[in-house]
């Protein structure tokens, strides 16, 4: 079974500052990967995902994330946060063509100070 | 708003006693997966359906079930409540349940058991 660990579990920062969020998976086959974000009180959105073909991929709101199959890594990054970027992020793992099952780290609580 | 529902908001109940948590997916979506949002657990999946048929299962106790209806709503059904089954839980939706599909989450129910 594949397991994610996201090895912060709180990460304070200073508005307009750099961010990395990081993400490891335990997989020996090929995965699916996703960042969600959830703001207080709401469920969670998809931020980006990795499915497959360029290793780098983007979100709409100026994060990305680089899949290294390698360090079976998946780190999340924002150049430049905003404060309104406070919240909690999740990065989930699935198997391609396996089980329906999706596995979640525990999260990582982003806390944009201005 | 990602176009999941979730009724009600937050629910208030003793020990003992049986709860009923109700979903509405993504029009469109077929399927529907259940979590459960605690401090100490993180985002843990209970259990997803497709089509109205169980397609696959997490940690999801003996005292809880779920289902799906014809019109696609989902049910999740606590009994026996413990002081632990305190959480959020969230429902969520997808095209068709595949691995590689995102999911589109309600804002939550909140159950307090006292």
């Known amino acids: 079974a594949q397991s994610v660990t996201q090895l912060d579990s709180q990460v304070p920062v200073f508005e307009e500052a750099p961010v990395e969020l990081r993400c490891n998976y335990s997989?020996?086959?090929?995965?699916?990967l996703f960042w969600y974000v959830q703001y207080p009180n709401q469920g969670l959105q998809l931020l980006l995902k990795y499915l497959s073909g360029s290793t780098l991929v983007e979100s709409i709101n100026g994060f990305e994330a680089e899949f290294n199959k390698s360090q079976t890594s998946f780190h999340l990054r924002k150049p430049s946060v905003h404060i309104s970027d406070t919240a909690e992020y999740f990065c989930a793992v699935t198997v391609s063509g396996g089980s329906y099952i999706p596995t979640f780290g525990r999260g990582t609580s982003l806390i944009v100070h201005p | 708003d990602s176009g999941v529902t979730q009724t009600p908001k937050h629910l208030i109940t003793a020990t003992g006693q049986r709860v009923t948590l109700r979903c509405s997916p993504r029009s469109g979506d077929l399927s529907v997966y259940w979590y459960q949002q605690s401090l100490d657990q993180g985002l843990q999946f209970l259990i997803q359906y497709y089509n109205g048929e169980e397609r696959a299962k997490g940690n999801i106790l003996e005292r809880f079930s779920a289902q799906q209806f014809p019109d696609l709503h989902s049910e999740l059904n606590l009994s026996s409540l413990e002081l632990g089954d305190s959480a959020l839980y969230f429902c969520?939706?997808?095209?068709?349940?595949?691995?590689?599909?995102?999911?589109?989450f309600g804002p939550g129910t909140r159950l307090t058991v006292l």
């Open positions: 969520a939706s997808s095209v068709d349940g595949t691995t590689d599909n995102e999911q589109f």
């Open positions: 997989s020996s086959v090929s995965v699916y």
